[in-house]
């Protein structure tokens, strides 16, 4: 199948092969007809599978015919971060280029004024998050009883994020008689009332198995002692072959403390987190897409839906304490087609999280010996030295999830620690015991 057999416009087909598409994904392949055919749609996919272009093409063409009406939307994408609307945003600006559209991004920490502005002129698409439409529509300066499309995207994202009320209360102000499409990766039951309370008769399409990595991505483990964890990074990072990298931490302090430490040893790294300025977090985001940024240090605010072209690695600093973030975040990686490759380190305390994420994706790892160098490429960046020194057993290692049962400090005498004598404090030995 081919994007022209899909019945899109001439104006759409036009800048989708100006773009370099020919074929559509799967979910494009089976959305894209139900959403003309303005049926409900529930769409189940997992990240990189071309989720938001399945809802944008279909909503370009229905909405070409019409023209819309002062602070009075035609239509309302509604999505879970600023990084994620504006990328939204981006779609609609590409695909849309022949079609005489207006559209608003609605996020919080741009200038309010210049909103209202484009608000007032009319906009046919609305792209907002939960939070700053509530405030311009409490301040008047937003009517929502023209809404014919509402897309709730990144519904389970939503739904961790606490913005569930405020998606109800969003709906209450919708009028009924209108074509809703909501996009999740899982179907939690939290996710089937939504459905349930939100769509009218819904067409379900699922692509890809639910909360499962992509098979493109080779994933590894290391066991480290908290302390080691930068030497670790760094370590992995001089025998992989790094063109780009997402390093995600769970804690927006080791985010800024993990990126100055790479840009100390000469690495090029920037932190992006939800504390960031907004304007700070979009040029962030853009540098690294431009590639003038190799290392993006972030937390789970990039970990859904950013779209960066081949990306080669994704490294989990920490394991994530939600599982369903483990997949997201791998798969940055090996995205449309591309290998990737995903590096975690876990440590003692790490039990509970890393057996939830093992019994999502049903596999265990095996732990990877680091100091088994010679298995891993070198680096573009390694030395002379370091290419004499890997001529001997030089191959990849292969990909390290398996059914076995991971191993222990007991049992692995590769895996030793510095503090092995030491009983009862964990990762954390007090200064008079150093």
């Not at 600093?317 to 997949?327: E, I, L």
Request: proline share 5%.
């Amino acid at each position: 199948m081919i994007f022209s057999d899909l019945g899109l416009s001439p104006e759409t087909l036009k800048a989708i092969e100006e773009r370099g598409y020919k074929e559509p994904t799967p979910i494009q392949a089976k959305a894209i007809p139900a959403i003309q055919m303005t049926r409900d749609v529930v769409g189940l996919a997992q990240t990189g599978t071309g989720k938001t272009a399945s809802f944008t093409l279909p909503m370009i063409d229905a909405l070409s015919g019409g023209r819309a009406k002062m602070r009075m939307p035609r239509s309302l994408v509604l999505e879970p971060t600023r990084e994620l609307a504006a990328q939204v945003a981006d779609n609609f600006e590409v695909y849309g280029k022949y079609h005489n559209l207006n559209k608003a991004l609605l996020v919080g920490g741009q200038s309010m004024g210049e909103q209202m502005k484009l608000l007032e002129q009319g906009v046919d698409v609305l792209i907002a998050t939960p939070g700053r439409l509530l405030d311009l529509f409490d301040r008047g300066h937003i009517l929502l009883n023209d809404i014919k499309i509402l897309v709730i995207d990144e519904a389970d994202r939503m739904m961790d994020m606490g913005f569930i009320p405020d998606i109800e209360k969003i709906v209450s102000l919708i009028p009924p008689m209108r074509q809703t499409l909501l996009f999740s990766a899982t179907m939690a039951p939290e996710i089937k009332k939504l459905t349930e309370k939100f769509l009218s008769n819904p067409k379900e399409i699922s692509v890809a198995a639910t909360s499962s990595p992509a098979e493109t991505v080779e994933q590894f483990l290391v066991k480290v002692n908290q302390k080691d964890k930068n030497n670790t990074l760094d370590t992995i990072l001089k025998q992989e072959n790094v063109k780009n990298a997402f390093i995600f931490c769970n804690r927006k302090k080791d985010v800024d403390m993990v990126a100055k430490w790479l840009k100390g040893k000469g690495y090029s790294s920037e932190p992006l987190h939800g504390d960031m300025a907004q304007v700070k977090r979009t040029e962030t985001l853009q540098r690294f897409k431009d590639d003038k940024i190799k290392l993006l240090v972030c937390s789970d605010v990039a970990a859904r839906g950013i779209d960066v072209n081949n990306v080669s690695h994704v490294f989990n600093y920490d394991v994530p304490m939600t599982a369903d973030d483990y997949v997201h975040r791998i798969g940055r990686t090996g995205r449309a087609g591309n290998t990737g490759r995903a590096w975690m380190m876990t440590t003692d305390r790490d039990e509970k999280f890393l057996d939830a994420v093992q019994k999502l994706i049903k596999k265990k790892f095996d732990l990877f010996d680091l100091k088994q160098k010679n298995k891993n490429p070198p680096s573009d960046s390694a030395s002379k030295k370091t290419e004499k020194k890997s001529t001997k057993n030089s191959r990849s290692p292969k990909a390290k999830v398996s059914e076995k049962t991971p191993h222990s400090k007991q049992n692995d005498p590769n895996l030793s620690n510095e503090y092995d004598d030491v009983d009862g404090f964990g990762d954390d030995i007090p200064a008079f015991l150093k």
